[in-house]
């Protein structure tokens, strides 16, 4: 099939069939460069949300702190870092939201709101801190109160004691009486000691469930005493005792009050700080599970960048090897093609130059092929043909047929044109041969009137006999040179 097409055609197939597939491995390469930067692209963002993950966790744990640094002082100080550490958080929080896929984007809104629920829980542990202090305050006042009252009912029956005793008679009786209730006073003064004592144990206790312990217990005693007081304002009928115990009752009361208020508050902070606690861990959840899942993102992109990166290598060495190798079929086949039909036709010219045998033939396979070998096995072809023409003319005239005609095919045919050439000088002293034997048949009759003549004509006819013998041998000499460069 290759035979019917021209040699600049095969070639240039050959060479777009060599160039397609430098595309293609061209364009193989250029896929698996496009890849390689869509992966290292996808891992840098990967690495980026980890990167913002890391800070993001880093200024959640720092909020955190910032809410146990600020339990009982929120200074301005104490302000602008939380305001800087807000925006820094809300910064990241705007830049990775829709930068999150998958599992993920569901989970990082909801780290941000447990944070959102923990600030507000924050904000509101310290308002209740902030009631708390004011509870303390008023239980410290309050104390304070219960005992100037306590105090005073002891100077009252102190009065009472002294203006007794100006009555002998009941002296004794009511000597007994005061001093009891004082005793009884004074008792009451040590408990509200005690019951101080422990509220402030209370207050410096840091686990809020030995607080509430201590607050029930406090406030127990507390409502022990204002029993005590209740029963002692009974016995009592002096309006002035009773004012007194009266007012200790009143302040007792209040004490009371802001113990239960206090202790109410406390039960707030647990539960809120319980709550801290859980959201503090649920936001530690979060942020584990948002890491894991990007180290696994970046693994899965890392890996699919390998595999892809090896796939794409081995495409391009087989595309590569496959171009060789069509590279070299191709240089084999048509180098072989082209070169056994010009060496067919070289060595018939050599054949035909070296032996001059013109009846050797060109296989016909090659002579019929559409390119240029079956050109040149055509035109070789027809050259010998021409010799062979010029060959059987020789033989002619070599056998004496001199009328043959020689084809002259153009004004550079040298060959034909100098055979032609001769032809006609032989021709032409042919001629003159035809018209001398005339001439000397003419003059046979005259012989004999003149011997002198019929010497000079015989003499003459020599001569033009030698002119002919001469031309012959010309000829002879002419035709075997033609027959010899034809052969050549």
Do not use: C
């Not at 010799?387 to 033989?395: D, E, N, Q, S």
């Amino acid at each position: 099939m290759l035979n019917k097409f021209r040699i600049g055609t095969k070639l240039t197939a050959g060479f777009l069939l060599v160039v397609a597939l430098l595309v293609v491995m061209a364009g193989v390469a250029w896929y698996a460069l496009g890849e390689s930067q869509r992966s290292t692209a996808a891992m840098m963002e990967v690495q980026d949300l980890l990167t913002d993950t890391l800070t993001y966790r880093r200024l959640l744990n720092t909020a955190q702190l910032q809410a146990v640094s600020g339990t009982l002082n929120r200074d301005t100080v104490w302000q602008e870092n939380r305001k800087k550490t807000d925006a820094e958080i809300n910064e990241i929080e705007v830049r990775v939201k829709d930068l999150f896929a998958g599992e993920n984007k569901e989970i990082f809104p909801k780290l941000v709101a447990a944070y959102e629920q923990y600030r507000k829980n924050d904000d509101d542990w310290y308002a209740i801190e902030a009631k708390r202090a004011a509870a303390q305050k008023n239980m410290v006042e309050t104390a304070t109160k219960v005992i100037a009252a306590m105090q005073r009912a002891l100077e009252v029956y102190q009065e009472h004691l002294d203006a007794s005793k100006a009555t002998v008679d009941e002296a004794e009786k009511v000597d007994s009486e005061i001093a009891g209730r004082m005793l009884r006073i004074s008792g009451y003064i040590g408990d509200i000691q005690e019951v101080r004592r422990s509220f402030f144990f209370m207050m410096a206790e840091p686990k809020f469930e030995e607080q509430k312990k201590i607050g029930e217990s406090t406030g127990n005693e507390v409502q022990k005493l204002g029993k005590n007081l209740d029963a002692l304002l009974a016995e009592v009928t002096g309006p002035r005792r009773r004012e007194a115990i009266g007012n200790a009752i009143n302040a007792v009361s209040d004490w009371r009050k802001y113990l239960a208020e206090n202790i109410s508050l406390v039960t707030q902070q647990e539960t809120g700080s319980g709550k801290q606690a859980e959201l503090s861990t649920e936001m530690t959840g979060y942020l584990e599970d948002l890491m894991k899942n990007l180290r696994t993102r970046f693994g899965e992109i890392r890996d699919k960048s390998v595999k892809t990166d090896a796939l794409m290598n081995r495409i391009i060495m087989v595309v590569a090897v496959f171009a060789v190798v069509v590279g070299l079929v191709l240089s084999v086949v048509l180098s072989r093609n082209i070169s056994v039909g010009v060496r067919e036709v070289a060595s018939a010219t050599k054949h035909i130059a070296e032996t001059g045998d013109l009846s050797f033939e060109i296989p016909p396979h090659f002579i019929s092929r559409g390119d240029e070998v079956g050109d040149l096995a055509k035109s070789t072809n027809n050259v010998i043909g021409e010799f062979r023409k010029v060959a059987a003319m020789a033989k002619q005239l070599a056998e004496g047929n001199w009328q043959t005609q020689v084809h002259i095919r153009g004004d550079l045919d040298a060959m034909n044109q100098d055979l032609a050439s001769m032809l006609d000088q032989v021709n032409h002293a042919l001629r003159e041969i035809n018209d001398s034997v005339k001439q000397v048949a003419t003059g046979a009759g005259e012989v004999s009137s003149a011997s002198v003549t019929l010497s000079s004509g015989a003499q003459e006819s020599a001569a033009s006999l030698e002119e002919i013998t001469a031309s012959m041998s010309e000829i002879s000499s002419q035709t075997k040179t033609n027959a010899e460069n034809a052969a050549n």
